[in-house]
């Protein structure tokens, strides 16, 4: 009921990739509503991080068509895209290894991207709390000198989702985002994605089914680049084509950490 | 009372550091005789070169070969402005032997020397953004936007010297006599000459120094870092690259203007492929992504170029292979590197106390 009051944020309509006459994904339906958590899971080759290409403008479909808001994305250039307000976040962390963490999130802060802009631009004082709040929230206060490259792989996960926090995106697009993490650390990234998705709307590709099962409200099911199921994990996991593609024989088992 | 002074803010040192430099500088003719302020005149302007190479090189990682061309274009505009002021009105002397009767219509706004100055800067750093809109807007990069500049100077090399009559050709331009009504070539105004190269450095650096220290220039570093990534937090790499290009190449058309006032001449061999590539091994001997280890690299570099020739006319080249060869293989960062790694060092030493009690994220 609650689902019919929110509106559409994202909205990919019958969209297909044609890799060399490989079809990566084929005629993808997606709905993203604002304030939604949603997983999108299948495996390996099913075309998700595909799709996230697609959404965020790095790989431009074939045919078909994205809308985000009230503007069709579907051509758009990346860093349009982003500055529409899409974040990214890559399944390796990618993030500014030369630059200090401080300025890593001060260059992905909202704010005008232009040459001349940057030129002018002068950390004003609650600019440099947003940063310091944004450390604080990813547990980096004490190292916000330091190299970004420096940095452990878990600490530079967070920095990049640190990053994508900092732009205030409307849809953000994470794909993998606890791929070596401690259970510990898995566990608080959960709850981080829980709380972003109160005021904005969350992909999240993943392959731990015990992360999706945990913190999913709805999973949508990709099989050989087509939509196989979508709803609730419940649901999901009752269907039997779900079943046979993905979770395979070891239904029963997967209660242990898949990361297949 | 040294230990007191070492405790001084890193800021504070630098700045005093540079306040010397600059004295010493503008001090030289004090102590240098005019041949070598001459020298050192001609290396400053380079040291200009090596700057914004540094800026397009070392912050934004894209290597440019062609830089050759856009200090030529800036010598060959005070050139122009040189040669019509010893003509006198009449034409220059290598267009009468090459049979042209009137002066071409591009020599004319040469007679101005504000058109000339503007020139000198302007039509590098739109052959740059022009160049740069091409290649950067169609993510043209590393090996072959390099191999592009090295066209770029084949082709412009070339023009120049087939272009006898407009551009004296192989021989280029020479025979000035005044500027503003001074002989250009007495000591006093050799002088001035030096100190106003010594002052558009000292602009360069701080104008290099501001757009380094900004947030442009940290998206510049980050290009460096990760292009794509850039392009997913809502930056266009592409329009920084052309800007970073073209500022790049004003600051050598200038030094290329600097130049032709302190040697008298400019020919298309000063701006070919071996010069553009002297111009990159400045800056990767002083340091890529430091300025200051750019500018030194140029300055230090010729004047040992010109030690050594001096001193071991056979020999000199095997010792600027030597120096080439230990700084890359023992300094790949170039000299001002080890500075940098040094304070990278230290921050993580100072930043490992306390950090264990903050490893986990609070979420």
Redesign the interface.
């Known amino acids: 009921m609650k689902e019919q009051t929110r509106s559409v944020i994202l909205q990919c309509d019958d969209i297909t990739v044609d890799f060399d006459g490989f079809k990566a994904v084929q005629g993808m339906n997606l709905r993203l509503l604002e304030g939604e958590l949603r997983f999108l899971i299948g495996p390996n080759g099913a075309g998700k991080t595909t799709m996230l290409d697609m959404i965020?403008g790095?790989t431009k479909p074939t045919s078909g068509r994205i809308v985000f808001g009230s503007a069709e994305i579907t051509r758009m250039?990346?860093?349009q895209i982003?500055?529409l307000g899409i974040?990214?976040k890559?399944q390796t962390p990618?993030?500014?290894?030369?630059?200090s963490v401080f300025?890593?999130l001060?260059?992905?802060m909202k704010q005008p991207?232009?040459?001349f802009a940057?030129?002018?631009?002068k950390?004003r004082g609650e600019d440099r709390d947003r940063v310091h709040a944004q450390l604080?929230?990813?547990?980096?206060?004490?190292?916000a000198?330091?190299?970004a490259g420096?940095l452990s792989h878990g600490e530079k996960q967070?920095l990049e989702i640190g990053?994508m926090l900092m732009?205030e995106p409307q849809v953000l697009l994470l794909d993998e985002p606890v791929a070596g993490m401690t259970d510990?650390?898995t566990e608080?990234t959960g709850?981080?994605l829980r709380?972003i998705s109160r005021t904005q709307s969350v992909i999240v590709v993943e392959h731990d089914m015990e992360f999706v099962r945990n913190f999913a409200s709805k999973v949508t099911v990709m099989h050989e680049g087509k939509l196989l199921k979508e709803g609730s994990m419940e649901e999901v996991q009752r269907d039997d084509r779900v079943a046979e593609v993905y979770l395979g024989k070891r239904r029963d088992a997967d209660a242990s950490r898949s990361t297949a | 009372m040294l230990h007191k002074l070492l405790r001084l803010p890193q800021g504070k040192w630098m700045l005093a550091l540079y306040a010397v430099a600059a004295i010493a500088l503008f001090c030289a003719p004090l102590y240098l005789s005019d041949f070598r302020l001459n020298l050192l005149a001609k290396f400053l302007a380079y040291a200009i070169v090596a700057l914004g190479l540094d800026l397009i090189w070392g912050y934004t990682g894209i290597l440019s070969l062609g830089h050759g061309v856009f200090f030529g274009l800036g010598g060959y505009a005070m050139a122009m402005y040189l040669k019509l002021t010893a003509s006198g009105g009449r034409l220059p002397d290598f267009m009468e032997w090459s049979g042209l009767t009137a002066l071409p219509w591009f020599w004319k706004p040469f007679n101005s020397f504000a058109f000339t100055v503007l020139a000198g800067i302007l039509v590098p750093a739109l052959l740059a953004l022009i160049l740069g809109y091409f290649t950067f807007r169609n993510r043209i990069k590393g090996v072959y936007f390099t191999i592009l500049t090295q066209a770029l100077v084949i082709i412009t090399t070339t023009l120049f010297i087939g272009q006898q009559a407009y551009t004296g050709g192989t021989n280029g331009v020479t025979g000035y006599t005044k500027l503003f009504g001074y002989s250009i070539a007495s000591p006093g105004t050799k002088t001035v000459l030096y100190l106003v190269t010594v002052a558009f450095l000292i602009a360069a650096f701080v104008l290099c120094r501001v757009?380094v220290k900004?947030?442009?220039g940290?998206?510049l570093?980050?290009i460096?870092?990760?292009e794509?990534?850039?392009?997913?937090?809502?930056?266009?790499?592409a329009?920084?690259q052309m800007?970073a290009f073209s500022v790049s190449a004003g600051l050598a058309g200038l030094a290329g203007m600097l130049f032709v006032l302190h040697v008298g001449i400019i020919s298309p061999s000063m701006m070919g492929i071996v010069p553009s590539i002297e111009m990159v091994l400045w800056v990767a001997i002083g340091g890529r992504g430091t300025l200051v280890g750019a500018a030194l690299g140029a300055i230090l570099l010729n004047s040992a170029k010109s030690v050594f020739s001096e001193t071991y006319p056979d020999a000199w080249l095997f010792f600027m292979g030597a120096l080439f060869v230990i700084v890359v293989v023992f300094l790949p960062k170039g000299a001002a590197g080890l500075f940098t790694q040094l304070k990278?060092f230290k921050?993580?030493e100072a930043?490992h106390e306390?950090?264990d009690s903050?490893?986990?994220?609070?979420?």
């Open positions: 965020c790095k250039k990346e860093h982003a500055e974040g990214r890559f990618s993030i500014f290894r030369t630059l300025d890593n001060e260059i992905a991207r232009g040459v940057t030129m002018r631009a950390l604080a929230m990813i547990g980096l206060e004490t190292k000198s330091w190299r420096d967070w990053m732009q510990n650390e608080k709850e981080l709380e | 757009l900004s947030r442009f940290k998206v570093r980050a460096n870092d990760g794509n990534r850039v392009r997913f937090i809502g930056y266009n790499p329009t920084y800007i990278w921050r993580k930043g306390g950090a903050v490893r986990y994220p609070a979420v």
